[in-house]
Structures are given as C-alpha cells and as structure tokens.
C-alpha cells in the first residue's frame, strides 16, 4: 500500500466520534456527507499531504466539503 492508498484508507475509516469531534456535528446524515466529501477530496488530491491530518486540514479549512450546510 502506498502513502496516496493510506491515506485514503484512514479517511475512510474514521470513526463518527473523531468526525463529530473535528466538526462540532453530531447528525450522523451529515458526518456521513462530510466523510463521503472528505474521501473524495483525498482521491482527488494524491501526493499532496502526507497524513488524513493534513488531508483534513486543507479540506476542512478551505470549505471544500460539498454540503455547505455544513460550514
């Protein structure tokens, strides 16, 4: 597994209290839409950060998830 497939991986896989935590959000719906969002934006975006953290970081800083309810 490369770092790209790692870090895909461990988007995928964070858990409802970590998104919720990140977020402030406690409606499953939207932790899933954020996760979902988040995901993608990974997949689109291989070699440009070296954890989810940082992954997070810009996609969560720059509002890029697509549910801008969620903002």
Same mark, same amino acid.
């Given at each position: $597994? +490369?770092?790209? #497939? &790692?870090?895909?991986?461990? @988007?995928?896989?964070?858990? /409802?209290? *970590?998104? =919720? *935590?990140? *977020? %402030?959000?406690?409606?499953? =719906?939207?932790? #899933?839409?954020?996760? =979902? /969002?988040?995901?993608?934006?990974?997949? &689109?975006?291989? %070699?440009?950060? #070296?954890?989810? $953290?940082? @992954?997070? /970081?810009?996609?969560?800083? +720059?509002?890029? *998830?697509? +549910? &801008? +309810?969620?903002?």
């Amino acid at each position: $597994m +490369n770092s790209h #497939e &790692k870090i895909i991986r461990d @988007a995928a896989s964070l858990s /409802d209290g *970590t998104l =919720a *935590t990140l *977020t %402030g959000r406690r409606s499953f =719906a939207e932790l #899933e839409q954020v996760q =979902a /969002d988040f995901v993608a934006f990974v997949e &689109k975006h291989p %070699g440009q950060c #070296e954890t989810w $953290m940082q @992954a997070w /970081d810009f996609f969560w800083g +720059n509002g890029l *998830t697509g +549910n &801008k +309810n969620l903002r």
